[in-house]
């Protein structure tokens, strides 16, 4: 069974950074490509990264530069590190399967991490 | 950036009643997927490909469409399907979803 569990989410100061983890289960995720979908309270969700299957990097403008995709196939965990945290990066923060490991849609998602970014 | 326009922003529809809820892109667009929020929940895939059906997703769910027009039909809604439904296109990076379309109950 496919399972996604994310955590990592706090409050956290403007400015400051904060990992958030997505550990898998029942699937390699080095064969997938691997996404972090973001979701502000009361909105809609915001696509913020992709790791491809071949380890290739894809970021929404809105975060590049601030927020690295990686993870290690040791643990078949998913990370974002994310930095110079603002005020509209609090969300709540999705980790999500692409069905392919280059391409496709979103076949599984986590229960999501909430990150809240204020002083 | 593809811009993925949903309409309307809220459906009020009576139980047994069919919701058609529509999706238009700003350039024509072949990869397509619906997904279904429960309040308190993570998306749920539905549709993929425009008209395919995700593993375990009742039949009464259709979608439909082609180039920038794309439709998820609900055809008689059961109590659970009161939800918020997004479409999104993995056509193009970056990915993006429309802003949602809420089903309430009449």
């Known amino acids: 069974e496919v399972q996604l569990l994310e955590s990592g989410g706090d409050l956290v100061q403007p400015g400051g950074s904060l990992r958030l983890s997505c550990a898998a289960s029942?699937?390699?995720?080095?064969?997938?490509?691997m996404s972090w979908v973001r979701q502000a309270p009361g909105k809609g969700l915001e696509w913020v990264s992709t790791i491809s299957g071949g380890g290739y990097t894809y970021y929404a403008d809105s975060v590049k530069g601030r927020f690295t995709i990686s993870r290690d196939n040791s643990k078949n965990t998913l990370y974002l590190q994310m930095n110079n945290l603002r005020a509209e990066d609090t969300a709540v923060y999705y980790c999500?399967?692409?069905?392919?490991?280059?391409?496709?849609?979103?076949?599984?998602w986590g229960q999501g991490t909430l990150v809240t970014v204020s002083s | 950036e593809i811009v993925m326009t949903q309409s309307p922003a809220t459906l009020s529809v009576s139980p047994g009643e069919r919701a058609t809820l529509s999706c238009r892109a700003s350039q024509s667009i072949f990869n397509l997927a619906w997904y279904q929020q429960r309040p308190g929940q993570a998306p749920r895939l539905l549709i993929y490909?425009?008209?395919t059906r995700a593993t375990g997703i009742p039949a009464r769910f259709s979608g439909s469409g082609s180039g920038t027009e794309f439709t998820l039909t609900i055809s008689s809604l059961q109590s659970e399907d009161f939800a918020v439904y997004y479409c999104?296109?993995?056509?193009?990076?970056?990915?993006?979803f429309g802003q949602g379309t809420k089903v309430e109950i009449k």
């Open positions: 999500a399967r692409r069905v392919a490991a280059v391409g496709g849609h979103f076949d599984y």
């Open positions: 490909d425009a008209s």
């Open positions: 999104q296109q993995y056509n193009n990076w970056p990915l993006t």
């Open positions: 029942g699937f390699t995720v080095s064969n997938y490509g």
